[in-house]
């Protein structure tokens, strides 16, 4: 899982930076928002994959990926494709993201409270 979650932080961060330029030619917009989105989630994603221990860890940083992905996939499907991905895709993903976080947190004060009996 630590391998999969440092590829993905990686990943995210390659389109990122891609993005950024494709949205310093074609004037920002939807795609300055995705590569943030993308840019701003990947390093927490490459910390856990390379540092972070423990299930539920593992599953927090899962839940932030898949919820950048929903969010910036459908701001590039209105950017590229003119149309969403699905109705309510960048809230939903915009939700998981947030819960993604919370999931973070929570995770980290399980590892520290079983760590410290």
Do not use: C, K
């Amino acid at each position: 899982m630590n391998r999969l979650l440092t590829v993905a932080g990686a990943l995210a961060g390659a389109a990122g930076v891609a993005l950024s330029a494709a949205a310093a030619h074609a004037g920002g917009g939807n795609l300055a928002t995705a590569a943030t989105m993308l840019l701003a989630h990947a390093p927490v994603l490459v910390a856990v994959g390379l540092a972070g221990s423990g299930r539920a860890m593992h599953w927090a940083a899962l839940l932030l990926f898949a919820g950048a992905l929903l969010f910036a996939g459908d701001l590039l499907a209105r950017h590229w494709l003119g149309g969403r991905l699905f109705p309510f895709a960048a809230p939903l993903g915009g939700i998981a993201m947030i819960a993604g976080w919370l999931a973070i947190a929570l995770a980290a004060l399980i590892s520290r409270r079983a760590a410290g009996r």
